[in-house]
């Protein structure tokens, strides 16, 4: 008997010697998603990623919402990397609305979105380190990330959901030995990580288990439109900070981090190094800023954008964030789109798991900087 | 004994003060129109709600792109607009595909940013837009391509067997597979040829309307 399905459902083929795996959502080795996966023996033949277990409607809930009124709650998918993810939509609302923005601020938010980016990335590391079972890969950038944490919370006030930048600038200017403060933590910071390399990255079990698994070639990395560290692990120079610089970005004295391999190894490997760019920008960024002047341009009460719209993007810690903003007149927006780069490096995982070892699935899934709940939205 | 009536004496106090506190809001709430823009005006605010626009020169580059595409299809294509790294273009359904590899073979953009869906209820239509970026050619970094279609929208939606459908890009830029099955679960929009028409985010057994489109109220706003 033949049943016509809906679109959207579709029947199992059942074989004896494939068995099927539901890894997720609930295994702490997925995070807050499912990858059904299909194994032969110990190799896994086919992945099918099945994230919207923590989909919680932000595009949805930002229509109803006016622009400052969606600033909290727009930083929640990555809320340890909440700078850097409502950087763009401070970009595109500014835009919208004509905003231009002191000079200060711009500087002011480059360091915030860097210290934020270290921190996502010690928070990535702790859990790669801690799911190859590198236990000492856990504690140390757990311990590490308070150092940039206290300085957030010395500008923001608060230790994780900062909502420090707005459209207009930041917030609230730096407190007064924040320069002195942040330098010190820095050198400290870089001398911490310099420990890193010996223990985890020339640790010749994790190069056993990263090395030469899940590899993504440069052609495959275009094609499949990833982005952030996977792709610059496969060998693209491609960042948003020096390809379409923002604020004062091109000012700032930094590289991009490219390596050819294109495996796990790479992929671990990138976010690392980018850390040490992250201080450098730091550290010009304070020299250069000026040290005095305002901070926030003052928004008009309940402001509406016109009858426009606009594509902003930033290099976040997980690759490149672009938001969509439809305005129609109106104090909130008509239509925001959040294009993520987990979400966009979602569609590499099938790809790259078929053929792979199950044991080996942590060391491909967690490589790939993946965070299901900025995928989700 | 004494320390109690201590404490009653305190609470009693606080109370108090809160109570003049809510006076103090309620008096500043209800501030009229007049003397809220007073208000506005002595802190220095501008309180007129339009955005400056400013005429700003079409750029060079940008512009002989858009003429490229233009000069290719002419009538089928409406370019909206040409700004500084910002290209927007509209076409049919019907050509979309045909647009699209040329816009992938001779201005060589080579991924997809995003997939968007935006509906707008009042014309009974909704628009697909896809975020074109570039990898391989140096020149386009800094651009996005903005294509976008309209298809036709249904009061009463069947995701999957209504008209709202339009070919799939999947075969032009590999990278939009999940974001089209984004927007196929959140707006109802089936993409003809796309080879795994799921729903992605959403669960297996939701069974109301795509939940993006503007006539799905949340709850209590």
């Known amino acids: ?377 | 004994m004494s320390s109690g009536t201590e404490k009653d004496i305190e609470v009693k106090d606080t109370t108090e003060e809160h109570s003049d506190n809510s006076e103090n809001t309620a008096k500043s709430d209800s501030m009229s129109k007049g003397e809220a823009k007073k208000f506005y005006e002595e802190k220095g605010l501008d309180l007129s709600p339009d955005v400056p626009v400013k005429p700003k020169p079409v750029p060079i580059f940008e512009k002989s792109l858009a003429d490229k595409i233009s000069s290719k299809f002419g009538d089928k294509i409406r370019v909206d607009y040409v700004r500084a790294d910002r290209i927007r273009v509209t076409t049919k359904r019907e050509d979309i595909v045909d647009v699209a590899k040329f816009i992938r073979d001779e201005l060589k953009y080579d991924h997809a940013e995003s997939v968007s869906g935006v509906d707008y209820p009042d014309s009974s239509e909704i628009e697909v837009i896809y975020h074109l970026g570039s990898y391989t050619d140096e020149k386009l970094g800094r651009q996005i391509f903005a294509l976008a279609t309209r298809v036709p929208r249904e009061d009463i939606p069947n995701p999957g067997s209504d008209t709202t459908r339009t070919p799939s890009l999947r075969d032009v830029f590999y990278s939009v597979e999940f974001h089209e099955r984004e927007c196929f679960e959140m707006f109802g929009v089936y993409f003809e040829g796309h080879p795994d028409m799921r729903r992605l985010l959403l669960p297996e057994d939701w069974a109301d309307i795509p939940p993006f489109r503007k006539d799905f109220k949340i709850k209590g706003r």
């Not at chain 1, 199992?12 to 996966?37: A, W, Y």
């Not at chain 1, 206290?150 to 459209?167: I, N």
């Not at chain 1, 926030?296 to 903003?325: F, M, Q, W």
């Open chain 1, 1 to 377: 008997m033949t049943t016509q399905l809906p679109p959207g459902m579709h029947l199992e083929t059942v074989d004896d010697k494939i068995m099927t795996l539901n890894v997720g959502p609930q295994h702490p080795g997925s995070g807050h998603m499912r990858l059904i996966i299909k194994v032969d023996g110990d190799y896994i033949v086919s992945c099918d990623p099945d994230p919207g277990y923590v989909h919680r409607g932000e595009e949805k809930m930002a229509e109803y919402r006016n622009y400052i009124q969606n600033i909290p709650h727009l930083e929640r998918p990555v809320i340890h990397d909440s700078s850097n993810i409502l950087y763009p939509y401070c970009l595109g609302v500014e835009e919208l609305l004509g905003i231009e923005v002191p000079e200060r601020a711009k500087y002011i938010r480059v360091i915030a979105a860097e210290l934020n980016r270290c921190i996502y990335i010690l928070y990535w590391l702790a859990i790669y380190g801690i799911f190859l079972g590198h236990s000492t890969m856990f504690m140390w950038p757990a311990g590490d990330r308070e150092l940039f944490i206290d300085l957030l919370e010395a500008m923001s006030g608060a230790r994780v959901t900062h909502a420090y930048l707005v459209p207009g600038g930041v917030r609230n200017d730096l407190p007064s030995n924040f320069e002195e403060r942040c330098l010190r933590q820095v050198e400290y910071f870089e001398k911490r990580l310099k420990e890193y390399e010996a223990i985890f990255y020339q640790n010749p079990l994790l190069k056993a288990r990263t090395e030469g698994s899940g590899i993504l070639s440069r052609t495959d990395a275009i094609r499949l439109g990833t982005t952030g560290s996977v792709l610059r692990a496969s060998g693209v120079d491609f960042d948003v900070r020096k390809k379409e610089p923002y604020d004062v970005y091109e000012n700032l004295d930094f590289q991009t981090i490219v390596m050819k391999e294109g495996d796990s190894y790479a992929r671990s490997r990138v976010p690392y190094l980018e850390m040490f760019e992250s201080c450098r920008i730091i550290r010009d960024a304070l020299k250069k800023m000026p040290k005095s002047g305002s901070v926030r341009t003052k928004l008009k009460p309940n402001p509406k954008g016109g009858n426009d719209e606009v594509y902003r993007r930033v290099e976040s810690g997980r690759g490149a964030i672009g938001y969509y903003i439809v305005s129609n007149n109106r104090p909130e927006p008509y239509r925001v789109k959040i294009s993520v780069g987990s979400f966009r490096n979602l569609i590499c995982m099938p790809y790259l798991l078929k053929g792979e070892k199950l044991g080996n699935m942590p060391a491909v899934y967690w490589g790939l900087n993946y965070w299901p709940v900025e995928a989700d939205r």
